[in-house]
């Protein structure tokens, strides 16, 4: 899960509305679901934000934002929701059971910002979750209410004289410091701007030209509309004030602002310098100057947004200038151009900033390629950009979401003919998504499809080997897998190209389940190898994965303790990412303790895990197998279904900060053995002799013999029953 909203985080700072959060906080208090209403521009969202960052103790599995604005399709409202808490749908599963799982039993706040337009789909989506999730809270904000049973409508008022005025006079003087008003000018700005915050900080940010007298004036000759103080007289009111500041807009600033208005959530200087054709970082400036834009930073890079009311106005103005399209359609070459360089840049340095990036883009591609499919012949560059960067889909943990876009796109490229390898490819992908959400009979389809229309493109073919290989290796067909792969990565090098991270992983793992251990290690030093001289920390982890998993199966648990704790460090310096990456690894390092001996520990970091898993929408016993369950059943059956599970839960009630700290931290040995010791000691007190305990940990005999020695003699023992009396005392 994402972390709490600690602070709303605001550029600017927060005036008023004590008496408003005195009362939303209470209704809160009895109230399971709190809509805040009122027109655009009355500050609903700045308020919602500022009391949810005050309900952290009361909300303490988490308080989440979700921010519709930027949204258009109802249909997407559950995945946004699950991006939203962190979890990933990784499996066929419904994504309302995938949610109702993780919410049941939690006691979280979430914020669903700007419902209006997706009211309907709002409506549907909380009915069912706060029908079914007994200590799940919602604060809503909408310009209108959306009808759910229970829900309580809080019509949020325009500020009071003396809040107007203070926030006036604190954005004023952001503009103008030192600034001071004299006579009752402010209080007039005020007063005819019907206190609505969003209209007097348009107002405000005139100061650097303009005294609240002349802006008083202006004001009044601008808005001649009659004084009935109602809802409909303030978005009049709002709306005047919008017309005025657009005005006072020169032509250039006008433009930029109806041009804006195509990107969904924020953009960049780049992004805008493309739509608008050229220079516009001194317009940009302008309408910061002006209240229209709002500055943010993400990844490095400064990102622009409009508040959705300036956007609307904006709208209407790019309507009907006659130019929509054409912008409509810069805008989705910009963004068919920014995938094509995040693709074919995925390994690399900036592995890390392209997958940031594209996370913050991802409204924006979203609608470039919804609108690449209401336009004739555009259906293959629609196709083409669902196809991309495949690992950010799988990351962002959005596979539902990408499945549908490639069904939906696809169909579209067939409909216009689009080529046949184009297809295939977008089969192949959308098959790969279907096997990582484990739905092996629609991906082993896709890629029959995709053969049919691969033509003789050998890369491609490999491309397609690649995904049919992983399919059979989860399907158990471990030698069909290998040759499936192999053949792949032949047909790479035989093309003087570089496979691809998780095709080498794959190489790998099928080498060492045929018993060729130093064959699979070198296939798993070729792919630490690609990783660390790209410097493509993301793929790093992957491959830090399958040399744990070849070491813990088949070599050096040392080696693979090193490996598994290395891609931890690794994933813990990573946001939303973190347990998307680290459900894997953390899987591996309870195999490891396992053969360690510390069982125990074993028992609460397979606990871990599961958490891991469950917020992934994976399950183990797919991802993993056979793997998963030899170490979990010897595990159990050594320390006692009672002890284990009371460790396990222990372990998936952990918050992800205390898991890791429990994983990484440096600890000592446990108890009078060390950790090949403890290993061994378990064995024995699995029953097993010294020939199987030496085969399973692909040592001599002579050794096993010694450190048995070893352990009678630390534990002043006389028999091998004894051991197992210890392992067994000990251990519980």
């Known amino acids: 899960m994402r972390d709490k909203v600690a602070d709303v985080g605001d550029v600017t700072s927060f005036v008023g509305r004590s008496s408003e959060t005195t009362q939303i906080t209470r209704l809160l208090d009895r109230a399971r679901l709190v809509t805040l209403t009122g027109p655009g521009g009355v500050g609903k969202t700045r308020l919602a934000l500022r009391i949810a960052a005050t309900l952290d103790q009361r909300f303490p599995d988490g308080v989440i934002p979700i921010e519709l604005a930027e949204l258009r399709d109802a249909e997407l409202l559950d995945e946004v929701l699950i991006e939203s808490l962190g979890l990933h749908r990784r499996s066929p599963e419904s994504a309302m059971n995938l949610l109702v799982e993780h919410l049941r039993e939690r006691k ?24 079914r ?126 041009l804006s208005t195509v990107f969904h959530g924020s953009f960049d200087l780049e992004a805008a310098e493309y739509v608008w054709g050229g220079a516009v970082l001194d317009l940009i400036e302008g309408l910061l100057d002006k209240s229209v834009l709002v500055r943010g930073d993400s990844h490095g890079i400064v990102r622009y947004r409009m508040l959705e009311t300036l956007r609307e106005y904006g709208r209407e103005m790019l309507v009907g200038s006659g130019e929509e399209a054409t912008v409509l359609r810069r805008h989705r070459d910009w963004f068919d151009q920014l995938t094509l360089s995040a693709d074919t840049q995925a390994l690399g340095q900036n592995q890390r900033q392209w997958y940031g990036r594209l996370r913050d883009e991802h409204a924006n591609i979203r609608e470039a ?139 790998g793992v099928t080498k060492s389940f045929s018993s060729d251990l130093d064959t699979a290690r070198a296939a798993v030093q070729r792919n630490l190898d690609v990783c660390t001289h790209a410097r493509a920390e993301f793929s790093l982890i992957g491959a830090l994965f399958g040399q744990a998993l070849v070491e813990v199966q088949f070599g050096d648990v040392e080696v693979a303790s090193r490996a598994a704790t290395t891609g931890l460090r690794l994933a813990d310096g990573f946001g939303f990412e973190r347990v998307a990456m680290a459900a894997y690894l953390i899987e591996a390092l309870a195999w490891i303790t396992h053969r360690q001996g510390d069982l125990p520990r074993a028992a609460t970091i397979f606990g871990i895990a599961a958490g891991g898993w469950q917020d992934l929408g994976a399950s183990p016993d797919i991802a993993v197998t056979f793997i998963h369950q030899s170490h979990r059943d010897a595990t159990r059956k050594t320390l006692g279904s009672k002890r284990f ?47 199987d305990i030496a085969t399973e940990l692909v040592v001599s005999v002579r050794t096993i013999d010694t450190h048995i020695q070893h352990i009678l003699d630390k534990l002043a023992a006389k028999s091998r029953v004894q051991i197992a009396n210890w392992m067994n005392e000990t251990q519980m």
């Open 369 to 507: 390629i919804a609108w690449s499919l209401t336009v004739p012949g555009e259906a293959g560059v629609a196709v083409r950009m669902a196809s991309r960067f495949e690992e950010y889909w799988v990351l962002r943990g959005a596979l539902g979401e990408a499945r549908d876009r490639l069904r939906r796109t696809g169909a579209a490229a067939r409909a216009e003919h689009v080529d046949g390898p184009t297809i295939a490819f977008a089969l192949r992908t959308e098959a790969m998504f279907a096997i990582w959400q484990a739905d092996l009979d629609a991906a082993r389809q896709l890629l029959i499809q995709a053969r049919a229309l691969a033509g003789d493109d050998e890369i491609l073919g490999a491309q397609i080997g690649h995904a049919q290989g992983f399919l059979e290796l989860l399907s158990l067909d471990v030698d069909g897998a290998a040759t499936l792969i192999s053949d792949a990565v032949a047909t790479f090098d035989r093309h003087a190209r570089t496979p691809e991270p998780h095709l080498l992983f794959l190489d």
């Open 108 to 131: 979280i706040l979430l914020v669903f910002d700007n419902c209006e337009h997706l009211a309907r789909g709002c409506a549907e989506l909380l009915s069912t979750l706060l029908s």
């Open 133 to 258: 999730c007994a200590t799940l809270t919602v604060l809503a904000t909408s310009r209108q209410a959306l009808s759910v049973r229970g829900e309580h409508v809080y019509p949020v008022p325009p500020l009071g004289p003396s809040d107007a005025h203070r926030l006036f006079t604190d954005r004023a003087t952001a503009v103008v410091p030192g600034f001071a008003e004299s006579g009752d000018d402010v209080a007039q700005v005020c007063e005819r701007l019907d206190g609505l915050p969003l209209a007097i900080e348009l107002a405000a940010a005139r100061i650097k030209a303009l005294t609240p007298a002349q802006l008083r004036d202006r004001l009044t000759m601008s808005m001649l509309t009659d004084r009935a103080a109602d809802t409909t007289q303030r978005h009049r009111t709002l709306r005047d004030t919008i017309e005025w500041s657009f005005r006072l807009c020169s032509p250039s600033e006008q433009k930029l602002w109806a």
């Open 645 to 691: 599970d009371e460790l396990w839960q222990r372990g998936k009630k952990m918050s992800i900060d205390h898991a890791w700290k429990y994983m990484l931290e440096p600890r000592d040995e446990p108890g009078p053995l060390t950790r090949r010791e403890n290993e061994i000691a378990a064995l024995v007190a699995q029953g097993k002799s010294n020939r």
